[in-house]
């Protein structure tokens, strides 16, 4: 959109506009008031701005449109002495009049790259969001909850939380809970990869636990590294595991 008030002014920008490709004029106006009215109700990606106008000014204008959407500005003045203060506002040209139609031209262009870097910008930041959702949906997602163990009768439903330790037997796992405990036809390694590393910890290669029910680290009888479960049960803890074992446990 254009505003000026001066009818002669208007023509010209009109005239130069029509010889710039891709541009669509949607309103014109001759004075502040009208302009914001456009601006606020067209949201045109370009606004050319005369400063002196009656009511406000073009600066006392974009001032007040500051944060309103994201309408580029170029002002186009007689007055030379306010191009600091257009810049200022992040203005993206000041053009003098005479208009000169070539430089209107490059002004246009310069305001289209930055609508074009604007746009990029909120689709990357649009990416990035996306991202970090799906990341988070993955993270919480992608590792389980509850195991269904078959059983003689049906599949049980056994909630992780519940879970104390797995115990690796040959091609099975022995689920231990607080109550009881159940055998699945499951590798321990498989079932490793897809628990929470944060809540289940590898103390040798027979023996996952719920790092939540470990009760306390101790040395064994042979100098080793131990746990007792909430249960009342110990644990050994492999030589390479013990390492890891104490960072989890920031001990």
Not at 44 to 57: E, F, H, K, R, Y
Not at 169 to 193: I, K
Not at 210 to 239: P, Q, W
Request: one cysteine or more.
């Amino acid at each position: 959109m254009i505003a000026d008030d001066e009818p002669l002014s208007l023509r010209r920008l009109e005239l130069g506009l029509s010889h710039v490709p891709g541009v669509q004029l949607v309103g014109s106006a001759c004075n502040a008031a009208g302009a914001r009215d456009l601006i606020r109700s067209e949201r045109p990606d370009l606004a050319l701005l005369d400063i002196s106008m009656p009511g406000s000014d073009g600066l006392e204008l974009a001032a007040e449109l500051v944060g309103e959407g994201a309408t580029e500005l170029i002002f186009v003045t007689a007055h030379s002495q306010f191009a600091v203060d257009a810049f200022a506002m992040a203005a993206t040209d000041y053009l003098l009049k005479p208009l000169d139609f070539d430089r209107l031209g490059d002004a246009i262009e310069r305001a289209r790259e930055r609508i074009t870097a604007r746009e990029r910008s909120a689709l990357l930041a649009e990416a990035i969001a996306e991202a970090e959702s799906l990341r988070a949906m993955t993270a919480t997602d992608v590792y389980e909850r509850e195991l269904w163990i078959q059983e003689r009768h049906g599949r049980v439903r056994v909630p992780l939380h519940q879970v104390v330790w797995f115990e690796a037997e040959r091609d099975y796992v022995r689920v231990h809970t607080s109550e009881r405990s159940y055998l699945m036809r499951r590798a321990l390694q498989d079932l490793a990869d897809r628990l929470d590393s944060d809540h289940f910890l590898r103390l040798h290669r027979s023996a996952l636990v719920n790092s939540d029910k470990i009760s306390r680290l101790f040395r064994d009888i042979r100098g080793g590294m131990a746990v007792s479960l909430v249960t009342g049960v110990e644990v050994r803890v492999g030589r390479k595991y013990q390492k890891a074992v104490r960072e989890h446990l920031r001990i």
